[in-house]
């Protein structure tokens, strides 16, 4: 704790030139996030810190704050870890509860890029610029949301894929194999998810820093440009069979509508957000939220996949 507060003291004190009672009641009502150099030596400043601060203390939703990256680490990455960590934190402990903070202004596209939106007009903080910014919560509402316009994006680069390009093979993908693997992993995260909502929420652990991070790397893999296998041994790899694309589209879009029934009617105790409920074969055990953000992210890789088939 006292590396975090050496290092708030340093930038929001020091750097910035501002006078002001950085610590304050709210410390000791918080959840603390602190990234250290491995094998800190004691006493030193940490690398990167932030603050949960529960629903009723700074708004009446949870909020982030204090948010710090020590000067030689900015632009590295280490500042975005910081914040999907942190955000992940606020959904195990306040689930399906929006995320309010006071954002300096000269970071709202950084904010804006975990989701947050400009709320109100900005206001001088300690004489800094700064404005309220809202993450919405993440429900099933929210998450059906984000998987509908994936679709949509999905939709739209595959009626831009050449006739030829339309069907491929098992082993050379086309446009008709790629919404066949989807179909085919789709289907297999519904139904196990359906299985495991046949179970208590308080049966399973829950989530924890470890999950976190295996939550934010997996769907950072599904954004670079890695070539994937079929991690499943096979059970989502297409057949390779002649079809219609359109077809087969309309057949995985139709599908939607039910599962997400199934989906709301498993998935009512918020509790269910707070466990690792949902077994990767790669990234191991993660949350309700992270396994519908893979699933988000997995229909982004594949319409990266049908761009490519447009040359």
Not at 113 to 126: N, R
Request: overall charge negative; aromatic content about 10%; charged content about 25%.
């Amino acid at each position: 704790m006292f590396a975090a507060l050496r290092l708030r003291s340093d930038v929001f004190v020091v750097e910035q030139d501002c006078v002001y009672p950085d610590l304050d009641d709210k410390d000791v009502q918080c959840i603390h996030l602190i990234a250290m150099e491995e094998n800190a030596k004691h006493g030193q400043s940490a690398l990167a810190a932030a603050r949960m601060v529960p629903p009723g203390v700074s708004y009446a939703e949870p909020s982030i704050g204090r948010v710090v990256t020590i000067h030689a680490e900015r632009g590295g990455g280490l500042g975005r870890a910081l914040m999907e960590r942190a955000i992940r934190i606020c959904q195990r402990h306040w689930p399906q509860q929006a995320i309010r903070i006071s954002a300096q202004q000269y970071l709202i596209r950084f904010y804006e890029g975990f989701g947050f939106d400009c709320t109100g007009e900005g206001y001088l903080e300690d004489g800094i610029p700064h404005i309220e910014m809202l993450r919405p919560a993440e429900s099933l509402d929210f998450w059906m949301s984000r998987h509908a316009q994936a679709v949509e994006r999905f939709e739209s680069a595959l009626g831009a894929v050449p006739e030829n390009k339309k069907n491929g093979s098992s082993e050379s993908w086309g446009a008709v194999e790629i919404i066949q693997h989807l179909q085919l992993s789709e289907g297999g995260l519904w139904r196990y998810l359906k299985k495991k909502s046949n179970a208590q929420w308080s049966d399973f652990p829950v989530t924890d820093l470890d999950s976190d991070r295996a939550g934010i790397e997996l769907i950072r893999l599904l954004e670079s440009d890695r070539r994937w296998k079929d991690p499943t041994g096979g059970l989502i790899s297409p057949a390779g069979d002649a079809a219609d694309p359109a077809r087969v589209f309309d057949e995985w879009r139709k599908s939607h509508g039910p599962a997400w029934i199934d989906l709301n009617h498993s998935f009512q105790d918020a509790r269910w957000w707070t466990v690792k409920l949902f077994k990767h074969p790669l990234a191991g055990y993660l949350s309700l939220s992270d396994a519908l953000a893979f699933n988000r992210a997995h229909i982004a890789h594949h319409v990266a996949q049908l761009e490519r088939l447009h040359s």
